[in-house]
């Protein structure tokens, strides 16, 4: 990390001034917020948080921002040159180009903490589901066994590929079915022939395991978990964005409710696309 800081650094040091309109960024469809809501929003927290950023010159305050339904289409969007960057968390970008020689990373940002959390329905099963989530995520918490996935599967982005997770099947329990995007690798991850793994899979059999339900996966875009979970195609989503700072949360729209948190992180990175 330190030599990955140092770099950037040097980047930003580097860099001359541009000129002329800012630059056009790309990041993953927010659930609850406008493109031009969601950039004022990032503009105004950041300006309320004594954070630090390493960036080259050319981020102005007339950046503006494109969403993408998946991290796919993002990225070719980078490579087409329809966007000049594409944030993402840092555990994302290090992935990225770890994986890809054609992606640099520009630009490191430290921001008020993210977390993750599953979301279900408003009704009877949801709420159900979220006593019993809740129950079994801070159990994980209590014995170390979120800390030990963690460095598991998110300590080396890209570095290795990881499994799938074996679930426990239980054959006279209940099937709950759980939207995964494999929108922000490797914590949200699906192999090229569309089966899920790595970290997604391994909390969710452990949640499985612990609740006594079997688990059934359903592969999805990021844009589309809330469509999913209102119509009644899975019963809980994987991951919804959340600041808990008080204010509007851009990811959660109304009528969601959330488990406890199970992942945080406050490092955003920029990509860009550079052919070495």
Avoid at 87 to 112: G, K, L, Q, S
């Amino acid at each position: 990390m330190k030599k990955l800081l140092a770099a950037l650094l040097a980047v930003g040091l580097l860099a001359g001034t541009a000129s002329g309109a800012g630059l056009r960024m790309g990041v993953l469809t927010k659930q609850n917020m406008s493109e031009e809501e969601f950039i004022s929003s990032v503009m105004a927290a950041e300006a309320g948080f004594l954070g630090w950023r390493i960036k080259n010159a050319e981020h102005r305050s007339e950046d503006s921002l494109a969403y993408f339904d998946s991290l796919n289409a993002m990225l070719m969007a980078l490579r087409s040159g329809r966007i000049d960057e594409a944030a993402m968390p840092a555990f994302v970008a290090e992935y990225v180009v770890n994986m890809n020689d054609d992606f640099t990373i520009i630009c490191a940002i430290r921001m008020p903490t993210t977390h993750l959390a599953l979301g279900f329905r408003n009704d009877d099963l949801g709420r159900r589901l979220r006593e019993m989530v809740n129950i079994a995520l801070k159990s994980m918490k209590t014995d170390a066994t979120l800390d030990i996935l963690h460095a598991k599967y998110l300590g080396m982005p890209g570095k290795s590929q990881p499994a799938a997770a074996v679930f426990t099947n239980f054959p006279r329990a209940q099937t709950i079915r759980v939207a995964v995007t494999g929108d922000l690798p490797p914590l949200d991850m699906i192999s090229p022939n569309g089966t899920p793994v790595g970290y997604n899979t391994a909390v969710l059999a452990e949640l499985g395991r612990r609740m006594g339900l079997n688990i059934e996966l359903v592969n999805i875009e990021a844009s589309a978990r809330t469509s999913a979970l209102t119509s009644g195609r899975v019963d809980a989503v994987f991951w919804y964005q959340v600041w808990q700072t008080g204010g509007k949360e851009p990811d959660l729209p109304d009528g969601v409710l959330l488990s406890e948190t199970y992942y945080g992180w406050d490092m955003f990175m920029h990509l860009k696309h550079s052919v070495r």
